[in-house]
């Protein structure tokens, strides 16, 4: 099982000895490829899902459904296998985070992020070059696979590179570089789109790009001093802390390096210990954040923006163009988020995105609800326009809260011995809800109709409450006290406190 991830929060240790060196910067951008292959992926389903090259050949019941019959609105696009093609990915990258924990203690961060690569290319060229509907989910699979180990692996890696007084802002950074795949793959669309008819193809392929050069500069890139350290290879890990940091003297670092794995590595079974009462605080609530993240209705827009964006009225072109716009809203709502996160703190954001999103999903409800009838009209042109400002409100306030911060506080809430195992659940919680809105949103928008956007909408109740009453803030706090400091203080979450096996004395890095 994987031994714990030595992290830190947010510049707790700033007697470090170290500069930001170049080298941790060129090992991040490469690291940082693995979430550009996760969002690219994001990107691109939707659009591919509703090209009519795409359809014609591998749906042919949908396509007939959308050109010829007399169309539901709401069900244009209602397959459950059309639904497959894009969910597929995530069960299959559930049950790799698992393995991939292991593998990422076991042959270190940066073997795992190749071995994912490696997978993710696979992927792309068995889609790309997908002859039938068994090639395509085979290659669905592979993909996951990749996106499995890249997302236990990456915020490690960037985690542990990391000078600790950046460290907070480049673990946003892992999520802005999915944005930054999620409009790439936007863009690409809206141009292979006219591209016939073999358009699709190329921005399956296109996949393989990011882990071309995942592969190829991890080449590059050292394994990190903690791994190597946890790993026995305690020189190496030495001359590699001395390298990233550019000093000579790294002693404090190692000896909390050293410490921290020593601690660590008495727990023998992180899993069982995740079970214990003291620990289901943090459990509880990484689990909640990302289980809630994608009750959000985030992905709905995100995989399936295009087909949404058809649904009230736009032709393929502004569909696509539309989605572009929200892919951009995406990745500079994000970089408020790094701005802003360590200044007015995690529970404000949360509860901030909360009002946004859930005044954004109500009017987006009440518009189709009145005017989208099943059969035979369109939205307005000034009503679609809404519609789409909408959705980029509903994307601005999920950017800066619940998106990056469904990732933050999972890695700064564990105490150490519990971290890594913990950090697995967070991961694979979220690919299964992913998979589950994946799966069901386009069912749900043709059984529903309108109504899924209220549905949505209550689930934000549910989560604004939960931030209210049962999140406490973690702002500012060391990971190393957060027992002491949050836990223990909290009306509600200190009842489990009193099993107090719980180490809090260990000191972390
Ligand atoms: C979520 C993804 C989502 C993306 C959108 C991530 O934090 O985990 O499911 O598609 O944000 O930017």
């Not at 010829?68 to 696009?77: D, S, T």
């Not at 073997?111 to 997908?130: D, E």
């Not at 995942?214 to 001395?242: A, D, H």
């Not at 390298?243 to 069982?272: H, Q, T, W, Y």
Request: charged share 15%; proline share 4%; hydrophobic share 50%.
């Amino acid at each position: 099982m994987a031994p714990a991830v030595v992290v830190c929060g947010s510049g707790e240790n700033p007697e470090f000895e170290g500069r930001i060196t170049v080298y941790v910067i060129v090992c991040a951008i490469i690291a940082a490829f693995g979430g550009l292959m996760f969002g690219y992926d994001i990107g691109i389903s939707g659009g591919v899902t509703s090209m009519d090259d795409f359809l014609e050949k591998f749906f042919p019941a949908v396509y007939r459904k959308k050109r010829h019959a007399l169309p539901n609105n709401y069900c244009k696009y209602d397959n459950q296998s059309l639904q497959l093609f894009t969910s597929s990915l995530y069960l299959a990258a559930l049950s790799a985070s698992f393995i991939a924990s292991k593998v990422c203690s076991e042959a270190g961060r940066k073997h795992t992020m190749q071995i994912a690569s490696v997978f993710f290319f696979t992927g792309a060229i068995l889609t790309s070059g997908g002859v039938n509907i068994e090639m395509l989910i085979f290659g669905r699979i592979f993909l996951g696979f990749g996106v499995g180990f890249a997302n236990q692996a990456v915020p490690l890696f960037l985690s542990e590179m990391a000078p600790s007084r950046i460290r907070g802002a480049l673990n946003i950074s892992f999520q802005l570089f999915i944005t930054i795949g999620i409009l790439i793959a936007n863009l690409i669309n809206y141009f292979t789109s006219n591209i016939h008819p073999y358009g699709w193809r190329i921005s399956l392929a296109i996949a393989g790009l990011p882990a071309l050069m995942l592969c190829l500069g991890s080449i590059l890139i050292c394994e990190t001093p903690t791994s190597l350290i946890e790993r026995n290879k305690v020189e190496k890990g030495i001359k590699v802390l001395r390298k990233i940091r550019g000093v000579e003297d790294v002693d404090d670092e190692f000896d909390s390096i050293l410490n921290a794995c020593e601690m660590a590595r008495k727990v023998k079974d992180p899993f069982r210990k995740l079970m214990k009462p003291v620990s289901r605080p943090p459990l509880v609530i990484a689990i909640c954040l990302q289980v809630f993240q994608q009750f959000t209705g985030i992905n709905a827009i995100m995989f399936y923006a295009p087909v949404l964006f058809q649904t009230v009225g736009f032709g393929n072109q502004a569909a696509l163009l539309s989605s572009v716009i929200t892919g951009l809203v995406n990745v500079f709502s994000t970089v408020v988020s790094v701005y802003l996160v360590d200044t007015v703190g995690r529970r404000f954001l949360l509860l901030e995105g909360c009002v946004q999103m859930f005044i954004s999903q109500i009017i987006i409800g009440i518009i189709l609800l009145k005017d989208l009838k099943p059969v035979g009209n369109d939205l307005s042109k000034g009503e679609a326009i809404i519609v789409v400002m909408m959705v980029c409100v509903f994307v601005m306030g999920f950017a800066w809260s619940w998106g990056p911060l469904g990732w933050l506080i999972p890695s700064e809430t564990f105490p150490l011995e519990t971290r890594s195992a913990g950090f697995a659940f967070a991961v694979s919680s979220n690919m299964l809800f992913t998979f589950v809105v994946a799966q069901a949103f386009l069912s749900m928008l043709c059984r529903m109709q309108a109504r899924i956007f209220f549905f949505f909408a209550g689930w934000i109740v549910i989560m604004g409450v939960f931030t209210w009453f049962l999140l406490p803030e973690t702002k500012g706090v060391p990971v190393d006290s957060m027992v002491d400091k949050v836990w223990k203080q909290h009306w509600f979450w200190s009842c489990f406190m009193a099993d107090d096996d719980l180490r809090t004395d260990v000191k972390v890095v």
